[in-house]
C-alpha cells in the first residue's frame, strides 16, 4: 500500500467513525454528550437532500414549511453544506425516510 493509499484508508475511516457519532446522537433516547459531540457548533453533511427532495416531489420552500425548518438551511445542505443534528431529523421525517439516508457517504 503506497502512502496515498494509506492516508485515503486513514481518511475513510475517520469518515465511518463520524458517520457513526452522528448516527449514534440520531438514536432513539440518545443523551445529550451523543447531542453534544456531533450537535454543538458542529454539523452534518447531507449529500442525499436533494435527491430525496426531488423524489418526493417538494420544492425548496414545500419541504421547509413541511420540516419546520429554515429554508436557507436546506439550500445550504444542498449545496454541501453542514446543517445541524436537529434539522437532519426534521427533513428525514418530513420526507419518510430515516436519517441515515440523507447522510450516506457516497461513492
Excluded: F
Excluded at 469518515?15 to 454528550?33: F, S
Excluded at 427532495?53 to 425548496?60: E, G, H, K, S, W
Excluded at 445550504?76 to 447522510?103: C, D, F, W
Amino acid at each position: 500500500m503506497n502512502t496515498t493509499s494509506a492516508a485515503l484508508a486513514v481518511l475513510a475511516a475517520l469518515a465511518v467513525l463520524a458517520a457513526l457519532a452522528v448516527l449514534a446522537a440520531l438514536a432513539p433516547g440518545a443523551g445529550e454528550r451523543e447531542r453534544a459531540l456531533v450537535g454543538g457548533a458542529v454539523g452534518v453533511r447531507v449529500p442525499h437532500l436533494a435527491r430525496l427532495r426531488r423524489r418526493a416531489v417538494l420544492t425548496q420552500r414545500a419541504l421547509a414549511q413541511t420540516a419546520q425548518v429554515a429554508r436557507p438551511t436546506i439550500v445550504k445542505g444542498e449545496r454541501g453544506g453542514l446543517i445541524s443534528v436537529q434539522a437532519i431529523r426534521h427533513l428525514a421525517t418530513a420526507l419518510g425516510v430515516a436519517p441515515a439516508a440523507l447522510m450516506e457517504v457516497e461513492e
